[in-house]
């Protein structure tokens, strides 16, 4: 049996190096190559929260949330599978 | 079977809702004044595919709905009975803060560079609780982009910074910006960026209004 592959394409997810221009837009509501730290920023450190006794299953997210605040360059660390989105052409 | 929560809405769209992250169909439920859509499924695991999915049902949804309040990646309850009570209580800020996004998306700016140099603290005394009050002063301002905060001011109804203490990112600006003005707000971005010195900034956008979705 062979090992499966282990995926070499990590997404960048450290400060960018884009150099040429000091400001880049990236269109992404409608499609989007938002890199996956900016859709985990959003998506796991922002946005309504509710809390109490009612709201089961948010644990295991916790320590995501942490170590997101805490560093917000390694998503790639706490998600070793992620795969870069194709950009658009 | 529990309820997994992507956002608020005011009324349940028109357009059909679609699937959500298990792949089941989503409902509109009523609750703190306001339909919630949901996804009869438990909190899924958080991977790149999830969390992305997580987003890519909040955008679904925010392409029916001119106010969407995206709740936080994981967030389950048991049932439409516990929802009910979790969120009528919340009625009026619910209210508030659909008003507040309505019509807007966001977004987000991250700034990197040299950190500015904090700014002395404006008469404000010098005790315990000036000092507090300074320093979030100074924790809620992003100097570096100032050139951008004023070129890009007409077209922001609502702004707000996070600053990093640490790394090459300074700061992560978060901004609600009417959807009939991005294009201007990105050409005021452009002019804007011309003014900057020593910082670079990065525009992702627009988001769902996940920075300004925060109930009390």
Redesign the interface.
Known sequence: MTAPKRVSRRPSLAAPSRSRRDVVVRPVLEDYDASLLDVVDHVLTKGVVVSGDLVIGVAQVDLVYLRVSAILCAADRILPYARPRKKRS | V?LY?FA?VRRRPRAPLGSGIARRPLSAVLAGGARVIVEPA??P????TT??G??RVV?RI??TASAV??????????DRA??R???DPLEEAIARALAEVDGC?QM?MRV?GERARAPRAPSLGKGPGARWLAARLAASRAPEIEPIVSETAPFVRRLRVER?DR???IA?V?VLVPRAAVRGF?AA??RG??G?SRV?????????A??F???P
């Open positions: 529990t929560l608020i438990p909190a695991v958080p991977t790149a969390i992305r997580h987003d955008r925010a392409r309040l995206p709740f936080r990646f994981g967030s389950v309850v048991a516990a929802l009570s979790l969120l998306v987000t990197y990093h790394g090459p990112l992560s978060y990105r971005l452009a960026a011309r900057l670079r900034v990065e525009t992702t956008g627009p988001w769902p996940y920075a979705a925060e109930l």
